[in-house]
């Protein structure tokens, strides 16, 4: 009897399975066209996985090891069950392969069943809550009904009876992970993750790669939606990245405005993009909600979209409320902790830009600001002659002098604060110390356009990065260094796309290489206990965690590592445009990262971002002194030159 069902069974399952992908496919791509490796992705693919999704995976050794019993049981056993059960081929090796594949998949449902037991807070609910089940019956029941196959029981065991109860416990397994994985549930992520995985939108992110710069906009093609209004304005691979989502949390976990309750859980937001693109509302979502000022939450259900309606409406309900969108922080935390490699920072970007350049909906201080960038050239809206005030007793080198210099030392909108003034001070005496051919661009020098991008101001940043591009193709220089991470950032990874196209360095990086060098005679820290503070920019969106505590070992400085830090550093709030859109939440989020800073004990904190120390050093109360890392090895500097032998100047490139 079992010999009849079970092939009915698997291929019916099967053959919906397939219908429910092609169903699916042509819901992703009713999105905007992407250009993607079709079959060299798909081809990439295994390795994706079992790579470069499985480092993210392994930082929780328990997930880790859970994912791979599971995942790679499951699909050993869906294979060999379809060879053996489906198609008939009773070789008692393939049934002792498929005993072995059921055994394991079975083994880490325990493990799965275990951790569902009590969830962390994190994770999702509702339905999920059923996969441990799903997969423990699908393991269990192929195993007891492939022993007759392996010759362990004999042929027709336990009679019609029998039969029938496994044939209820197959229809249930294969109901959830074969119809289930492409029509709608808990396994839907395993299809759409591995094709996400394929046709990522940011496909050099594997392989070791890093991918973290904003894409451009087409501004002069007409048929290219100023940003996303609509699910359908999305890319089409933007779409099947968010149906990938399994879930987890890890997002939630990680992002500063969800703990610091301001209204933003980046997994309901990616949720919400699923439900905006299938239609309905968000009633079934089953974790946890924005957070509301009240702390009951934002209330489930109230919310509701389609793939043709606007995301975000500003006279009333849609699917995400704008303040959604301005509460990031765009620290990527939610990105670098995601298992599926989902990029949630280029969604909320692409949505605030429909806000900004359509609507001209920036909270706050944002339009404001935005009008300074465009008149004056910087946020603040100072005069522009006065970018260079900080430095007028030091009579620094011009690129309009120079015309060729080794490093073009990027000052930054910085200068217009008197506080970040100390450090471009700092950092230009360790330059003159360390006998550098430097020079700065003095009052040619515009915004980076950062903060306007950021914001959702593409036009802006256009029009600034082009006109920065057309400076420096003036000069000729080595490389281009900068105490800012944000401009550091853009000019290094974002300016390509417009022709400019440059070696940048930040100015933590330039000084482990002078040190390395020699070239700076320095002694060692007299003051406390410090700590380090990663910069989000720095860090997450360029990967440089070891310069700066390089920088601080050589002056001697131990550093007390706070419980988050490198990766997983806490965003000191300053990033994205927080300061300026400035929604309310339940706590500050410089606050909060004061809290990890005191943990430690530590008298004072190391920096390398002007926005985080302005951001920490406005923390009430008493705290560590903040320092940048340019200010405490100026403080080490020894009036001796240093015995480093004769520098072999780089050629100058263009």
């Known amino acids: 009897m079992l010999s009849t069902i079970l092939p009915i069974l698997l291929f019916t399952a099967l053959g919906l399975a397939v219908l429910g992908a092609g169903k699916r496919f042509l819901m992703w791509r009713r999105g905007r066209p992407a250009q993607v490796d079709w079959v060299g992705g798909l081809l990439a693919m295994p390795r994706r996985y079992m790579v470069d999704l499985h480092h993210v995976v392994a930082r929780d050794k328990y997930i880790a090891n859970t994912h791979v019993a599971t995942a790679g049981g499951f699909v050993l056993a869906a294979v ?8 008939g081929l009773h070789n008692r090796i393939l049934g002792f392969a498929l005993l072995a594949a059921c055994g394991l998949m079975f083994g880490g449902a325990l493990f799965v069943a275990k951790r569902r037991l009590d969830p962390p807070s994190r994770l999702s609910k509702g339905p999920w809550m059923r996969l441990p089940k799903s997969l423990l019956l699908f393991s269990l029941s192929f195993f007891i009904a492939t022993l007759p196959v392996a010759g362990i029981l004999p042929e027709g065991f336990g009679g019609w009876f029998f039969a ?79 149906d990938a989502c399994v879930q987890c949390g890890k997002c939630e976990a990680a992002c500063p405005a969800f703990a610091a309750g301001q209204p933003l859980n980046p997994k309901k937001l990616i949720q919400d993009m699923v439900v905006g693109l299938a239609g309905g509302t968000d009633a079934n979502f089953a974790g946890s909600p924005y957070p509301s000022l009240d702390g009951r939450g934002k209330p489930i259900g109230e919310h509701a979209g389609g793939p043709h309606l606007p995301i975000v409406n500003l006279n009333g309900k849609a699917l995400v409320d704008a303040d959604t969108l301005w509460s990031c922080t765009t620290c990527r935390a939610c990105v670098e902790e995601c298992p599926m490699m989902i990029e949630h920072v280029d969604a909320i970007v692409d949505m605030r830009r429909h806000l900004t350049l359509e609507k001209g909906a920036t909270p706050n201080k944002g339009a404001q600001v935005l009008e300074n960038l465009i008149a004056t ?55 003159r110390a360390a006998k550098v051919d430097f020079a700065v661009l003095g009052l040619e020098e515009r915004d980076s356009g950062d903060l306007a991008r950021r914001l959702g101001d593409e036009a802006t940043f256009q029009l600034l990065a082009v006109r920065n591009i057309a400076t420096l193709a003036k000069y000729r220089f080595n490389k281009i260094v900068s105490c800012d991470p944000h401009s550091f950032h853009v000019l290094k990874n974002e300016y390509g796309e417009l022709g400019g196209h440059y070696q940048v360095q930040h100015h933590s990086t330039y000084l482990d290489e002078l040190i390395s060098a020699r070239r700076l005679n320095l002694g ?32 001697g400085i131990e550093v007390k590592e706070m419980a988050r830090s490198g990766f997983r550093s806490r965003c000191c709030g300053g990033g994205g445009g927080a300061p300026i ?25 190391a920096v390398g971002c002007p926005q985080c120390t302005a951001m920490l050093e406005g923390v009430v109360g008493p705290r560590p002194e903040v320092k940048d890392i340019a200010e405490l090895v100026v403080e080490a500097l020894l009036d001796t030159p240093a015995a480093a032998s004769p520098r072999k100047d780089l050629e100058v490139s263009a």
Request: proline share 6%; glycine share 12%; hydrophobic share 40%.
């Open 80 to 87: 060999l069950a379809l060879l053996v059960h489906g198609f």
């Open 164 to 242: 029938l109860l496994l044939s209820v416990g197959v229809a249930w397994g294969v109901s959830e992970l074969f119809f289930g994985m492409t029509w709608g549930g808990p396994m839907k992520h395993a299809f759409a993750g591995a094709l996400h995985l394929a046709w990522h939108r940011r496909s050099e992110r594997f392989n070791g790669g890093r991918s973290t710069g904003l894409k451009a906009l087409n501004l002069n093609d007409p048929s290219v939606p100023l940003g996303v209004e609509k699910p359908t304005d999305f890319t089409w691979n933007q779409l099947l990245g968010f």
């Open 377 to 431: 050239d910087n946020p603040g809206g100072f005069n522009p002659g006065g970018r260079l005030n900080w430095a007028a007793d030091l009579n620094l080198p011009l690129m309009s002098e120079q015309k060729i210099v080794d490093v073009l030392f990027w000052v930054g909108d910085g200068a217009f604060d008197m506080r970040n003034q100390r450090t471009l001070r700092a950092f230009v005496k360790l330059l």
């Open 524 to 555: 060692t820290h007299k003051g406390g206990s410090v700590t380090y503070h990663d910069p989000c920019y720095l860090g997450r969106y360029n990967g440089e965690y070891e310069a700066p505590r390089a920088v601080l070992k050589a002056i």
């Open 581 to 605: 859109t400035d929604i309310p939440g339940k706590q500050r989020i410089p606050d909060m990262r004061m809290l990890d800073i005191k943990e430690t004990g530590a008298e004072l904190v």
